[in-house]
Structures are given as structure tokens and as C-alpha cells.
Nanobody
Framework: QLHLVESGGGLVQPGGSLRLSCAAS????????VGWFRQAPGKEREGVSG????????FYADSVKGRFTISTDNAKNTIYLQMNSLKLEDTGVYYC??????????????????????WGQGTQVTVSS
């Protein structure tokens, strides 16, 4: 059973940066699809970024392209989300999620919650002046 724990959230001013971590235990993240999602109050959960650990292909929502970077540390079995130039609308609870064996269509569906079997508990990110 894969267990995911997010950390690194907090309060930051607009224009600031945060790095979120998603530490996996129980299984290694070889050949997995891993995604970062966020949910603002009163809104649906939305995909922010995804990565296939099979080939390290990465995917981003248009709203975060050029500002966020997803990466992996295989030795630590951890996925990171570096968030720069944060905006007020980036506020929300951020979740990481993982699903085994991404297929060739992953690039088209990375932002769909049904692609992932295991979810972390979330970490709060608040962007405020």
C-alpha cells in the first residue's frame, strides 16, 4: 500500500515561492503517474501538474506554466512541486496523488482525479498580502 505525505505549505506573499514535498512510503514510485492537485474553498479539485516516473515527462495546467516545476528524487522516493511567482489565486489545499503504470494516454488525462489511486492528506498554501 502506497502512503503519501505532503509538506511544505504555508503563508506566502504574492510573488513569493514555496516548495511542496510529497514523500512516498510503502512502495517505490518507479513507473508511476504522480500528480499535484489543489482545491480552493467552494471550488472543485483541479490538476496542477503531473509527472510520469517512467519517462519523466511532465505536464502543467496553463495557469501555472512557467511558474511551477514538478520534479522527482528517486533516492528519497519524493516528488516536489516548486512554486514561484505565487498569485492570490494559487491559494488552496494542495494534494499529491499517485497511480501505477501510466499509459501512453497519460499526457491527455494527467489532470483527471480518476487516474490516481492513492492520495495524501493535503497541505495548505495561502497566498496573501
Amino acid at each position: 500500500q502506497l502512503h503519501l505525505v505532503e509538506s511544505g505549505g504555508g503563508l506566502v506573499q504574492p510573488g513569493g515561492s514555496l516548495r511542496l514535498s510529497c514523500a512516498a512510503s510503502g512502495l517505490t514510485l518507479d513507473d508511476y503517474a504522480v500528480g499535484w492537485f489543489r482545491q480552493a474553498p467552494g471550488k472543485e479539485r483541479e490538476g496542477v501538474s503531473g509527472i510520469s516516473t517512467r519517462d519523466d515527462k511532465t505536464f502543467y495546467a496553463d495557469s501555472v506554466k512557467g511558474r511551477f516545476t514538478i520534479s522527482t528524487d528517486n533516492a528519497k522516493n519524493t516528488i516536489y512541486l516548486q512554486m514561484n511567482s505565487l498569485k492570490l489565486e494559487d491559494t488552496g489545499v494542495y494534494y499529491c496523488a499517485a497511480g501505477p503504470g501510466p499509459n501512453d494516454l497519460y499526457g491527455s488525462v494527467w489532470y483527471k482525479t480518476y487516474e490516481y489511486d492513492d492520495w495524501g492528506q493535503g497541505t495548505q498554501v495561502t497566498v496573501s498580502s
